[in-house]
């Protein structure tokens, strides 16, 4: 599975970072009914997962395997993702305020969120090249994004639904997702 | 005195990078004994899994990702490392060769397959396939070969047959030469 | 300001022995980070499928929990409000390594299995959550009463949520390789969906509607 439309396809559909790996799940039960909200959250994140994993890229490449340090790895990496969440974050607030006002707090959370430190982890231990470090985030920021239009679609209906007060919330969300999930693990037919 | 050396512009800074080199100190330290330990099991891994594919085997010759086998003075067969992307991760493997560059036996070193599902590669069921296949032998029944996929885990099984099959490739070119 | 002083105050009159139990037992029940913070999901779903992999990373987190409020705890009165954020990551990230390191040279198979949800403990809401909210505020020792007790409710959340996916997928519950026990019909025919991913979601949703129904949680 070296190949990059491989690598592309299963990071988005087949592998899906968030009902098949369980990254990025806060901002997926997080997301508001609102279709401009998800897909902003959703580029957002896929630009941050691109720059984190170029960048972490050339650090696995050209540092910690020639130097035989990977065991910085952890350090160096969230390290690289909190520095460029904050000059994302800097760059939408000076280029676009109403986008930067709709994202709130979700944009610093993107830091701990799993999807973007777990597609970097992915790539260094799949011993990716940079290029295919960069078709890897591109199909994890599309498959999440694919994922948070979904779901935020299914909310909008879920809330007018009636459910049993037990479930009302989080535990429906969860029993959509695996519903979702289910329905995923179709693509597994197209390998 | 604290109260004052915080009130210094430069503290943040200061103290922030402190605690980088004592992190970065402490892991390197950490790591050199720990990563002479990783590598003592590997090789002892690596030697019982000769032992396995290759029972009457006395000594070996290491050379890369290949391994000659030789029983007493004469070569019995080859293995060869080999990896490649399965479903989650990377699946690594020994394969052993005859001289005749039929497999011997396929071993599984590492994988972090589905468990239940694509773990299953593991299995003498489904390693036990490629037992005696030249070559051009090694492809999935789905692709017109003998090699039946594990079912539910086609990802994974379609991962082992390809890789070993270019390294074999690879490694029966090297071994013409 | 005025709420921290009487905490405090009502804290001090309570004896430190008692205030001990009090944190620990909070982050089992009260404030469980998994049913009722909902907090630190990836790894639950996907390290619940088997009861090695739940142990061995609740054993983890407890680790990098403890370790990481010990050090914030003494450390706090000289972190620079400005980068605190990035001190506590550090201090977390340092000890995941230093777990994953260990994990790798002395408990391999476990380090294989958990793959890179044990790099992900770094970014475990639970663990810079209590960083931010206790350790850089309160002594060592109510530190470490905090990080058991969460730890311990995040580890039993998991253990749960394991037996449930475990036994119902594979027909059976296995230790650390000894075999525990083997229901006769259900293990020849395990019912697999419940160790894949649709089955993790599914066995947490219908846990949390249990305890709001049960009514350990306020529903919304």
Known sequence: ?191 | MLERLKSKRFYPIVFLALIVLVSVSLLLYIDTFTSEVVEAQNKAKIQAVLESIFPELTDFEEDGDLFVIYEGDNITGYTFLASGNGYSGIISMLVGINTDYTIKDVAILSQTETPGLGSKITEKEFTGQFVGLTLDDIVLSGDGGSIDSITGATISSRAVTETIREKMAGIIEMLSE | MEEETQEKNFKASQGKGSIFWKELVKGLVISNPVFILTLGLCPVLAVTNSIDNALGMGAGVIFVLLCSNIIISAIRKAIPPLVRIPVFIVVIATFVTILSLIFEAYLPPLHESLGIYLSLIVVNCIILGRAEVFASKNNVLYSIADAIGIGLGFTIALIMIALFREILGTGGLAVFGFKLFSIPILSEHPMTFFISPPGAFLVIGLLMALFRWIGVIKGE
């Open chain 1, 1 to 191: 599975m070296n190949d990059l439309f491989t690598i592309f396809i299963v990071m988005a559909l087949v592998n899906n970072i968030v009902l098949a790996k369980f990254l990025g799940l806060c901002p997926f039960f997080g997301v508001s009914k609102k279709l401009s909200n998800a897909v902003s959250m959703g580029m957002a994140v896929t630009l941050v997962m691109l720059l984190a994993s170029v960048a972490t890229s050339v650090i696995y490449n050209y540092i910690l395997v020639p130097f035989n340090v990977e065991f910085m790895e952890i350090v160096l990496y969230i390290l690289v993702i909190a520095s460029l969440v904050q000059i994302v974050e800097l760059i939408i607030k000076r280029t676009n305020i109403t986008l930067y006002n709709s994202l709130g707090i979700f944009l610093p959370l993107i830091t701990t969120n799993c999807a973007v430190l777990g597609v970097t982890l992915i790539n260094s231990s799949g011993d990716y090249t940079i290029l295919q470090s960069i078709v890897s985030a591109l199909g994890g920021g599309i498959g999440f994004t694919l994922v948070l239009i979904i779901m935020s679609g299914i909310r909008e209906k879920l809330d007018v639904a009636e459910t049993p007060p037990a479930m009302k919330g989080l535990p429906i969300a969860f029993i959509t997702a695996a519903l979702l999930a289910l329905a995923f693990l179709g693509f597994n037919g197209l390998m």
